[in-house]
Nanobody
Framework: QVQLVESGGGLVQPGGSLRLSCAAS????????MRWYRQAPGKERELVAL???????NYGDSVKGRFTISRDNAKNTVYLQMNTLRPEDTAVYYC????????WGQGTQVTVSS
């Protein structure tokens, strides 16, 4: 079955960096778009970044220039490098597999606070 397992979240000070990972299994990873979403308390889930099977990327306006999505098809893993973090980046971050049926990971908490 399809599984997406996120890791790498935690507490970081403003201006700091974190790298999230999402390990995928149960499907041919290299065939699918992969996406990172986030959801802050009291807010709707928003798209952070996406990456195509060939490595083309797109970002939400609030993270452009600060976050970088990448993938390693040999390791079935998608990453989100987050730099210059701000308190407003605090949220649960979810990995998502696009397609006729979408799959979600369990989420990983990122807290940006001094």
């Amino acid at each position: 079955q399809v599984q997406l397992v996120e890791s790498g979240g935690g507490l970081v000070q403003p201006g700091g960096s974190l790298r999230l990972s999402c390990a995928a299994s149960g499907f041919i990873f290299s065939n699918y778009f992969m996406r990172w979403y986030r959801q802050a308390p009291g807010k709707e889930r928003e798209l952070v970044a996406l990456i195509s099977p060939g490595g083309n990327t797109n970002y939400g306006d609030s993270v452009k220039g600060r976050f970088t999505i990448s993938r390693d098809n040999a390791k079935n893993t998608v990453y989100l490098q987050m730099n210059t973090l701000r308190p407003e980046d605090t949220a649960v971050y979810y990995c998502n597999r696009a397609g006729p049926i979408e799959y979600w990971g369990q989420g990983t908490q990122v807290t940006v606070s001094s």
